[in-house]
């Protein structure tokens, strides 16, 4: 079974350390893990530090293959990662962004993979399948928000691989994307046997959509599990600093209800 096993994981930037031997119980094949906590508690560094883009200390393996101080191209065979934001000013089409990012992975097409026919139809079928072939053609600089975040995780998805790194890939979304990007995020998931991991703002998202829950504060790990196990009021109110109510609604999901924000 595949599996991402994080160990003592030192992340930071230059001399400034953020994320502090962080260990977590191994994140499985098929399963989506949401990394939430507040603004600046690590959720992105530990993201990126997954992806292979930040020096980093101790161990991450993939099926017992030891990821750190794997050269970038190497880990980028396993595991694709979508940033919080694509960068500005590429003027390539959403297809052209896919092809890219197809013929850069290893064993790409143009290399020893398939055929640029087959790129093209793989490409065509995932935005297909995003709800967004409509804008196979269109210039990434002409995209709204939301369809920039939909195109960066078609990029994401495109090289399918076994770990799949998704950075708030919902927020620029509106009610009914959010849903159908998470579903299918998870559906994906559960088809191709993917290692998920998802940093969300939503804690109602992350309820519904997580098998688990990592909660970060400050460069740590301060509670990891089962989404009904890990959001209680108590941590709530310790990580966030607000009273909330953990209750479900009439058809049985999980909601966070943040009341007030407690003194500080
Ligand atoms: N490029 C950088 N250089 C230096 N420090 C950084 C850099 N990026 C992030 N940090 C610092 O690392 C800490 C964690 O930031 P990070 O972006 O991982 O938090 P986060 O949990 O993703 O926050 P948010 O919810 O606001 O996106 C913050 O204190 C931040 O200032």
């Given at each position: 079974m595949r599996r991402l096993e994080i160990q003592g994981l030192t992340l930071g930037y230059g001399r400034r350390t953020v994320l502090r031997e962080a260990s977590l119980a191994p994140l499985e094949a098929g399963a989506i893990t949401a990394l939430v906590g507040?603004?600046?508690?690590?959720k992105s560094t530990l993201l990126r530090g997954l992806a292979g883009l930040l020096p980093a200390r101790g161990s991450v393996r993939l099926d017992g293959q030891e990821m750190v101080g794997l050269p970038l191209e190497r880990r980028a065979r396993h595991i694709a990662y979508m940033p919080q934001s694509l960068p500005q000013g590429v003027a390539l089409t959403v297809l052209e962004t896919l092809l890219g990012a197809l013929k850069a992975s290893p064993g790409g097409f143009g290399a020893s993979g398939i055929s640029a026919r087959a790129a093209a139809e793989r490409a065509l079928a995932l935005l297909e399948r995003l709800g967004i072939a409509h804008l196979a053609l269109v210039g990434l600089d002409r995209l709204s928000g939301g369809q920039r975040q939909m195109a960066g995780l078609a990029q994401a998805l495109v090289r399918q691989p076994e770990v799949l790194l998704l950075d708030e890939p919902t927020s620029a979304l509106d009610l009914r994307y959010q849903l159908a990007v998470m579903q299918l995020v998870q559906a994906l998931t559960r088809e191709r046997a993917l290692v998920t991991v998802v940093v969300l703002h939503d804690l109602g998202l992350a309820a519904r959509f997580a098998d688990r829950l990592v909660m970060l504060s400050q460069g740590a790990v301060r509670a990891e599990g089962a989404p009904e196990e890990t959001l209680t009021p108590a941590l709530l109110a310790e990580v966030y600093g607000v009273s909330a109510r953990v209750e479900r609604c009439s058809l049985g999901h999980l909601q966070v209800l943040a009341d007030d924000p407690l003194p500080a």
């Open positions: 507040p603004n600046g508690a690590g």
